[in-house]
Structure formats: structure tokens, C-alpha cells
């Protein structure tokens, strides 16, 4: 798990509005604080709020953020001519002010990657500030390049002498389109596949089609091979799929799916006919209460209970195509359906509290016994300077108008009837954190720890059964929400809402709970 995107507020005729509510969700955090390379000395803590620090993208700007307002002659992304960063190795580039307390270096060209800079940055030229505190010193990391291949079959393309093959090539950074393109290749008989791509996700999801496979008269061999080398990563490797024979309806591939709604895929060589029922020609052992969907020439198989560790899938003899042929042999596979990975979400669209009533967030979690609740407000007084820089559901520069004035556990499994291990839906009672304020924006973040996952095998550990005196299902909170003073001591809190990668942060292990 990646921090989810906020939703959009609806708003209401005035007399009605009394505070907003923004949601977002954050991912599963590291199991420990990773030491960085160099440490920024805390005694800057009264003049440096924020500064960039860990892994980061090699398209990142290097940004600081002072503790208080700078007054200053210069215009808001105006290029600053004074030297204020010194970046070792050296990076050219230009700086300018984001904001009145945000100076920020920009690279002329994208930063080195999988290299450790080290920044001096002239504070004393920023703001008044002690002699000694004039140069303060931190450093960040560029993320080193890597990828993953990910198959998804063959698919028909309704007739029976063509197929395509689909699948994702995932980037641990921003990656320049032509050159991931050019790490695929894929060959048929040693003739090459023409392969379309669609990018996404930032310049880090890149989806794939391998066009113009053809079904001959025996069986053939797909060849995708991959290396890494035009985004500068070591990664190869090869891999081959089998192209069944034209007229051949068979069985290609079983997969256990464990995202979203489990189930038992089995991809056939040709389109499936909707017109068949489907009891009794595919099961799942020891499964009895079973659901189909024919998915072009997939069948999903769902069950009513959760399907965990191996399974034998059997699919019988009487599935038909499109076109009457029918298999003639049964087939059984065994596949392993792992515990799903933990994950929360937010459900809705955002919501403006109304004078009375009360105010539930649903939620969704799957393998999780507890998720931890954070709510940062966003005084009536900040609003404005909060809305020069986003929507209602924004999150940019959130640290400059916002406090977190709650951070509790919200304990999933006093209900022993439910089955973590499967989705399940939970109601957030923000009444029971919060009194709301006129005026004022509320984020509501749900997000969980090692500690909290069921995943098995994972680093899974029970809470201590005293986690509160009187066996709440709240843990200890953060502050009472209205208090603008509340506390002073929120860097943890921010550090860990913050979206850089901790130093040590390997993307090969980026969906391991562990």
C-alpha cells in the first residue's frame, strides 16, 4: 500500500455550514524509523518546520520551510538571484519563494538517481536568526531504479486465430515513457510482437498490450523479455507464454485473486458461452455455496466463505465456447489463495456536518484487528490562506494551516462474529472524537501499523489486552479538537503524514506487510 486521494466536499447555503469534511487514508507504516544519512540538528526546530529529507523522486524539487513568515521584496515564484542552496554534488538550477515561508530549490535537469546529496542552505539569509544557526544542513536521497513486470494472460480476441496478452510495468520513480517502452520487447517464432502501451499513475504505472498473436496449427511459444537498462536499473529477465493451437479450447491458466473481491480465475483459450449453467462444471474443494461470471474467456469463481491457503480448482468436461465446441476432459489445478494484504478505505464523497445529528464515516478494512484515526483541523482563521492553495479536498501545504488535534485507535475486533480476514464495513462516530467548530475544516485520516495486520505469516502481534483500563475500543487521544494550543508537539505527526520514503525505503518490498 501508496496515501489515498481526498474526496470533494459538498457545500450547503451558509446557516447550514458548519465545518467541512475531507477524508483521505495512508498506508501501512514502516515497522521501524529508519536512521537517515545525516542528521539535521534538532536545536534549528524553532526556525526550520520542514525541509526535504529521505528518499525522493529524482524529479523532486528541495524544499524548506521556515517556522515563521519571511518578510520579503520578492514575488511568489520569482527566480531569487542570492545562492541559498549549496548541493553536494553539485545541481544546477534556480530557487524561488512558493510561499512566504517555503523557499524551494528547483534542478534545472532530473537529479542523479539512487545517489545521496547533501544540502547546506544559508538560513541566516532567510531569516534573522542566531550566528550559529545561520547554515543548516540536511540531506535526501534519490530513488534507485527499478521496475516489475507483471503477466495477466492471454486473452482471445473473439475469433479463433487471434490473441492479445495484457499486462503492467510498475516504476519505482518517475519514468520517461519512450524509454519504458523500450524495455519490453516481445517475439513470436522469433517474429516481434507489436506491444501498445498506456502510461499512468504519475509516470509510474505503465499498462501493456501485446498485439497480433497468432493461433497456428500446433501450438506456438510467446517470448517477453525485458531489461532495464534504458531507465538505468540492472532488472532482466525473460519469460514464456504458450499459444494454444487454433480450434484447441482448453484451459490456459488458474490464478487465486486476492485484490478486492476474492475469487478463482480460470482463463480459457476461447470466449465462453454466457448461454450455460455452470453448476457442477467447476467447484472448489470444499467449497460448496459457489458463484460464476464469464468474463469474455475468463470464468471467475466466487465463494461464500474466505478462501484461504491451497485449493484444488476442478473444471469438468461440458464447458462450451461461443461457438458450441465443448471440452471434452476434465482439468484440476491447485492454486494458493494468500492472505489478502491489510488495506482501509474511506467510503463517500465528503460530507458538511449539519447543526444536528449524527456524523458517521463509513469504512471499509480487510485483514486488520485495529486502524489508527487521525483528524487534522484547519481553523476558521486559516481557511483562506488554506484555499489559495487547494479545493476543499485539497492537501497541499496542509502543515502551514492545519493541526492535528486527534490521533486515537479504533480497536475492529470487538465483534467476534466478524471475519477480519474479509472486507468488512465499520462506522467512524466522529462525534465521539470531536466538537465541531463553525467555519472550521476537518481531515479525517485512517491508517494503520505493522502490528495491526492479520496477515498471515506477517508481523502480525496481538494487542495487549489492557490497551485501555476500561476496555474501550478507543485508545488514548491526542487532544480535545478545539483547542488551537493544544499541543506544540506534532513533528512525529508530520513525519509521518509527510510523502517522502524513510531512508532505507525498499520499493521491491512495497506490498510485503511485514
Known sequence: MQPGSPVTSLRYSAYLCLAFLAFTTISLLSCKDKPSHVEADPAFAPYVEAYTTGQISRT???????????????????????????????????????????????????????????????????????????????????????????????????????????????????????????????????????????????????????????????????????????????????????????????????????????YASVQFSDPISAAQDLTGLLGISNEEDLSYSIQGSEIRIFASSTLDGNKSIQVNSGISNIWGDVIQQDYSANI?????????????????????GKLV????????????????????????????????????????????????????????????????????????FIQTEPGAIYRVILGFRPEYSLYVGGASQSQDDDASEDDEEYDEGYGDGNNQYASDDDEGFWNSYDTYYPYGYSWSRRNDPT
Not at 336 to 356: A, Y
Request: no cysteine; charged share 25%; glycine share 8%.
Open 60 to 262: 523532486s524539487a528541495i524544499r524548506v520551510q521556515l517556522s515563521s513568515t519571511v518578510n520579503t521584496t520578492h514575488s511568489i515564484g520569482e527566480e531569487l538571484k542570492e545562492t541559498f542552496f549549496s548541493i553536494t554534488p553539485s545541481v544546477k538550477g534556480k530557487t524561488v519563494w512558493t510561499d512566504a515561508r517555503t523557499i524551494e530549490f528547483r534542478p534545472e535537469k532530473e537529479l542523479e538517481p539512487n545517489l545521496a546529496y547533501q544540502v547546506s542552505f544559508a538560513l541566516g539569509k532567510a531569516a534573522k536568526v542566531p550566528e550559529k544557526f545561520r547554515e543548516f544542513r540536511f540531506s535526501f536521497q534519490t530513488i534507485k531504479p527499478d521496475f516489475n513486470v507483471e503477466l495477466q494472460g492471454l486473452r482471445s480476441n473473439g475469433d479463433k486465430t487471434g490473441m492479445y496478452l495484457i499486462g503492467q510495468l510498475l516504476t519505482a520513480d518517475v519514468e520517461d515513457a519512450k524509454k519504458v517502452e523500450q524495455i519490453l520487447s516481445a517475439s513470436q517464432t522469433g517474429n516481434a510482437k507489436k506491444i501498445t502501451w498506456t502510461h499512468g499513475g504519475g509516470g509510474k504505472v505503465h499498462e501493456f498490450q501485446v498485439t497480433g498473436i497468432e493461433r497456428s496449427s500446433t501450438d506456438s511459444k510467446l517470448d517477453i523479455v525485458w531489461n532495464g537498462s534504458p531507465i538505468r536499473s540492472k532488472r532482466e529477465g525473460k519469460t514464456t507464454e504458450t499459444v494454444p493451437a487454433k480450434g484447441s479450447f482448453r484451459v490456459l491458466q488458474v490464478q487465486a485473486m486476492n485484490e478486492g473481491q476474492q
Open 336 to 356: 494458493v489463495f494468500e492472505s489478502r494484504l491489510p488495506s482501509v478505505n474511506i467510503i463517500g464523497k465528503g460530507n458538511i456536518l449539519p447543526s444536528s
Open 361 to 432: 464515516v463509513p469504512f471499509d478494512a480487510v485483514n486488520l484487528n485495529a486502524v489508527d484515526v487521525s483528524i487534522i483541523k484547519i481553523f476558521e482563521n486559516n481557511v483562506p490562506q488554506f484555499l489559495q492553495e487547494n479545493e476543499i479536498g485539497g492537501s497541499n501545504e496542509l502543515r502551514r494551516v492545519g493541526k492535528p488535534v486527534v490521533q486515537k485507535t479504533l480497536r475492529l475486533d470487538a465483534d467476534q462474529t466478524l471475519d477480519l480476514r474479509r472486507k468488512q464495513r465499520f462506522n467512524l462516530d466522529i462525534d465521539k
